[in-house]
């Protein structure tokens, strides 16, 4: 069951999803997360086709949401997109000082998330509309 | 003690951090966040003058930083943040239709991580490096 | 210390721990979590039988129970817990896609919990009751 | 902006996932969630369509579905999803022992996902198959 | 089913707890976490057991015992159970500038782990025996 | 990018706060979260200092501070966090059964966390003040 599918080993609507991961993204395989997820087809092309939709380029950039994409990875713990999604932002253009002040800005977050959170502060009137 | 430390009886620390925040941002008073960290107000310092430095405009500009701010305070769960750092994005700049973007990636990378964790997906090695 | 503690270097307070483990699941040896968890014998003692009451057949089937568990591993980020209980939940009789399922809920249920705090929307006055 | 969107006040394509909702689940009006998400339709459909077909009749009943729910959605500390899926599980044939029982699996996983995190526990070989 | 459970409406099981609850803490009521919680008798006899015992004197004294609730209270995002451990904490003697301390530590303790989770940081050999 | 810096390779910035940890806790290098975090030396310094200063003896000793910080870790997932305060608190003077204790308190908290959430307990009026 915690096996990767493999291209050579998919039915027929995996294989279509997979063609239209590597077609958009012009790559030759697709990473780990497609290939564990194929396991359940349905979910497999739910989740690929809301998040090509979510990602492409609108109000936000591809690189910025990809920013986000991370530091909500870091604030949910998840190591593989932490891992996968840092190279995507790094492909789609985002700099090394642009990484480095998002983590900045995820770290002081968490921190005044916390401190927020231990003193109770109530939500002021203006933030209240 | 859970009660907000207003300027007039503040002492001479706590009005200094006050007065700095009020300068940088051209408003009237602190939020509720400072007025209840106030009762510490070495605290009040170490975070106003980090948190001053990491949302200054660098390679990200600060509205980019509110959004990410806004999304890992949604990550966090943390509902003060979400509704200041919200009216801070906006106040900087980020339109609605951002705002709907980058709720939209927080929502997908939400479901994403919980299916990586949730099978346990190595890490490409393409990622590891 | 982060060494598991077997059953022939333990000490009898442990064992019995371990015999009822053995003895209620039929196995041969106990999971790595109680081998860890056995260097505090109150917690281990206390953990062991708060879990079996808590995870025996009741309104709800073990099966279930187990999904749940499951559930709540992955929001947590448990990365020990999820490999543990999703295979508790395949020999309790879960099918592959009843944990499909189980994991594309456990997937909008992410989605959806961060857009309701993204949102900051008002419990229904109907839901207060 | 954090308003709810009535249905009067809705354009047509926020009025036709209302329909929706209120079709399949026979109810005179959407709850909150829907309300306050309709200021971004794009989502609201999208969300809506997934979460129609994952919570729907499966290898797990919709009862079970609308448990696993609540208790992804304590796991991740959103009040508003406890409230309304916690009314969506009693609805759906959820008796008050089954609540309790979720409840209790929800605080002992809770409990144990601490420890096998605060014990690095190793994953059993058997597990990583 | 969300109302509290008081003293006067409560079955034999329950009064029980309560007077075990009020006499160890010489407090003339228990506070709403357990009249929640009594709507579920074996959950509300099991959890204040627990507590009871893991709360008690031992190589920590109750006062820290008490910060350490708190703190992952925090961490947790459970605003009353931050609340109510705030109190008691204070109650066993702990001072104000201890709960500075505590939330200070709280807050970099979440900004460290933030960083460390974003930069993927492998333990230390050193750390792993 | 995800590569350690060492003291050997790295620049003036980073080998004066390498110095400063190494000459205050009296080691002969510092641990991996320093390395990797090096890639970003305002980052680097901001952190180290605040951490100094949050972590020096006051109202709370060092120990017991440690002992909070690893129970933050534990709430918030940090493996590498967990390992190396882990190792800290030990150092600082946490005995086996300290660092038991505290983890039982983790444990019920995380258990008790999840309890008030699900019940959705409204704070006490004695607990608002």
Do not use: F, K, P, Q
């Given at each position: 069951?915690?096996?990767p599918v493999?291209?050579?080993?998919?039915g027929p609507e995996v294989r279509a999803v997979y063609d239209e991961i590597m077609a958009l993204r012009g790559v030759a395989d697709v990473n780990n997360f497609w290939k564990y997820l194929a396991h359940d087809p349905v979910?497999?092309?739910s989740v690929w086709e809301?998040?090509?939709?979510?990602?492409?380029?609108g109000a936000l950039s591809p690189e910025v949401k990809e920013?986000?994409?991370?530091?909500v990875?870091?604030?949910?713990?998840c190591d593989y997109c932490v891992a996968s999604h840092g190279a995507?932002?790094?492909a789609k253009g985002a700099s090394?000082?642009?990484?480095n002040e998002m983590r900045r800005v995820v770290a002081m977050a968490s921190r005044t998330n916390a401190l927020a959170t231990a003193l109770r502060v109530p939500v002021d009137p203006q933030f209240q509309d």
């Open positions: 069951m915690t096996t493999e291209y050579d080993d998919a979910e497999l092309r809301t998040l090509r939709d979510v990602m492409a380029d920013l986000i994409y991370v530091a990875s870091i604030a949910n713990g995507a932002a790094s090394a000082e642009m990484m």
